[in-house]
Structure formats: C-alpha cells, structure tokens
C-alpha cells in the first residue's frame, strides 16, 4: 500500500532527522498519483481554456457569416425579386442563400483544419514532438462547421425568402 509504505518512511526519516513529535516534518514526500492527478487537473484546465477559445472563434466567425449573407442578400435582391416573379418559391430562395451560408462556413473550416493540420505537423517537426491528429476530431470540426453555417445563415436566407417580388 502506498499510503503504509509513506509512512513507514516518513517516520524513518523523522527518526534518522532526529525530530520530535511536536516539530514539523522537516521533508515532504509526493508519490506518483499525487503527479499524476496535479498533470490531469492541468490538462483538464486547459481543455476547458481550449473549448472556451474555440467557442469564441465560433461566435465570431458565425456572426462574420451572417453579415456577409445579410450583405449579400442586400446587393442581390432585384435578383431575388426577379426569380420570385418568374416562379421561385420561398423554400428555394431559402435554399440558395442556407447552401451559400454552409458553402462559406464548411470552406472556411477546411482552410482552418488545413492549417491546423500545418500548424501541428509544423511543431512537431521543430520541436521533435509527436503529435497524432484523429480523423474524428476533424469530422467533427468539419460538422460544427456546417451547423455554424446554417444557424447563423438562417436568418439572412430568411429574410431573403420573404421578400416580395414587387418590393425587389
């Protein structure tokens, strides 16, 4: 037992110290569970630090999505009202600019996991690292990605899609 066995030297070095039992322990002993959980702690603080960043940047980058789209649906609407009054339907033009808000934001995070992928390969090689990047992460990266897109590109394809032809 560890703890048994850290008593056992801890009170053979008080012994071969010569200290008394009202004095403090002039030594301190650490086995390797107490590293262990102080490395977990560490990692699991900087897991949430990590997450939190990530979902800053998925904030920003989302609202930066949604102002393109609500930028392009202000240019293109005499050609929203146009293929309104030709026989498109809402659920089309919704279509169109939702495909157009997942097209930026998937594009935008494979740029960010190529470089991600650069980046890792890039520390690796010079700090002699090993780094192993998992292919779920990616997939997952990629499908918050999409979500991203049409959350944030919902409400510019909506708007779009409620034009009136007559307005545009």
Avoid at 51 to 71: D, E, Y
Avoid at 94 to 106: H, I, K
Avoid at 124 to 143: H, K
């Amino acid at each position: 037992s560890m703890s048994e066995a850290e008593d056992k030297i801890r009170s053979l070095l008080r012994q071969r110290m010569r200290t008394t039992e009202g004095q403090p322990d002039p030594i301190t002993l650490r086995n390797m569970t107490e590293m262990l959980q102080a490395q977990e702690e560490s990692s699991r603080v900087m897991a949430m630090l990590l997450a939190a960043v990530a979902s800053v940047s998925l904030i920003v980058g989302g609202i930066g999505i949604m102002n393109i789209m609500l930028v392009s649906v202000t240019e293109r609407t005499r050609e929203i009202g146009l293929r309104l009054a030709v026989g498109a339907r809402s659920r089309d033009i919704l279509t169109q600019f939702l495909v157009e808000a997942v097209t930026l934001s998937v594009l935008g995070g494979l740029i960010g996991i190529a470089l991600g992928v650069g980046g890792s390969w890039m520390i690796a090689e010079i700090a002699g690292w090993q780094t192993q990047l998992s292919t779920a992460s990616i997939i997952l990266a990629v499908s918050f990605s999409a979500v991203v897109g049409i959350f944030f590109g919902f409400y510019p394809a909506r708007k779009a899609a409620s034009l009136l032809p007559i307005q545009a």
